[in-house]
């Protein structure tokens, strides 16, 4: 159903500077095994290299004007419906994070692990990355704890009106790194 959006998109990544169109990144998923996470590319190639490294910054200068487009209308994240397919991911879950973020969980935290990761989730409808890290994280855990059929079916009516109020917030989405750590390269 979402091949022609995803065609158009994809083709828009092409033709805006010739690189390539699907972004793969490491994340991690149940039970803390890494898998390959994909995206439409909406940064300059190598972005992660530069700048704030992993972390995306408000207004971030490495996203590109398509990249723009399609990370407010969240079309970005449509090639992860094949990590759905392949069973890495489902479209309810908490987010999945890079493995540096993880390693930085306490026990509590690692409960977000016991599902797999989603598209849209709890904390997704209650602010996405305008809200702090430690609070999407909670929100992500609670959801672990109480998920049902009528939670999921409230998630997924909530997606759309949540995907218009913002994806970033300050320096780094919400994220900050912890004292005398650095992020990788």
């Known amino acids: ?38 995206k439409l590319r909406t940064m300059v190639v190598g972005a ?49 994070t890079l493995r540096y973020q993880v390693e930085r969980y306490d026990e509590r935290q690692r409960r977000r692990l016991d599902v797999k990761p989603g598209i849209t989730g709890w904390a997704q409808i209650h602010g996405r990355a305008t809200l702090p890290w430690a609070e999407r994280i909670e929100l992500d ?13 409230l998630i997924l009516l909530r997606t759309p009106l949540a995907l218009f109020g913002g994806t970033y917030k300050g320096a780094r989405g919400g994220w900050t790194e912890p004292p005398n750590t650095s992020a990788p390269p």
């Open 48 to 96: 992660e290299k530069h700048g704030a490294g992993w972390a995306v910054d408000r207004g971030d200068p490495r996203i590109t004007r398509v990249g723009r487009v399609l990370r407010l209308l969240s079309l970005d994240e449509l090639p992860q419906l094949w990590n759905v397919v392949r069973g890495d991911m489902s479209v309810i879950g908490p987010r999945p």
């Open 1 to 38: 159903m979402t091949s022609p959006l995803l065609a158009g998109a994809a083709l828009a990544v092409k033709l805006a500077d010739g690189g390539p169109v699907l972004y793969r990144q490491t994340r991690v998923g149940k039970d803390g095994r890494d898998f390959e996470l994909l």
């Open 141 to 153: 855990v609670w959801y672990v704890e109480h998920r049902s059929p009528k939670t999921d079916l």
